[in-house]
């Protein structure tokens, strides 16, 4: 059973860095397009960065210049380096895996970005 397990959340002040950290069990993690979503309360999930297994990256307008995604496939985790941290980031962050019909999400991770 595919497993996707995030951490790293927790409260940062405004202007603030987190970094997310998400462990897939995925046998071949190495090929998966790898992405980190969001979702703040009221409002739809949204996507805020994504690699694919070659390594290229992809990031929403609001994450641009601020957040880092990354992998280490030999660990099988994806990364989510937050700095800058703005009170509009606050939100549950989710860990996706994805392979052609193949979509798997973590549980979240809470982020609150607050003084």
């Known amino acids: 059973q595919v497993q996707l397990v995030e951490s790293g959340g927790g409260l940062v002040q405004p202007r603030g860095s987190l970094r997310l950290s998400c462990v897939a069990s995925?046998?071949?993690?190495?090929?998966?397009?790898m992405a980190w979503y969001r979702q703040a309360p009221g409002k739809p999930r949204e996507l805020v960065a994504t690699?694919?297994?070659?390594?290229?990256?992809n990031y929403a307008d609001s994450a641009k210049g601020r957040f880092t995604i990354s992998r280490d496939d030999a660990k099988k985790m994806v990364y989510l380096q937050m700095n800058s941290l703005k009170p509009e980031d606050t939100a549950v962050y989710y860990c996706?895996?994805?392979?052609?019909?193949?979509?798997?999400w973590g549980q979240g991770t809470q982020v609150t970005v607050s003084s």
């Open positions: 996706n895996g994805r392979l052609l019909q193949n979509n798997y």
């Open positions: 995925i046998s071949i993690f190495r090929i998966y397009t």
């Open positions: 690699i694919t297994g070659g390594g290229s990256v």
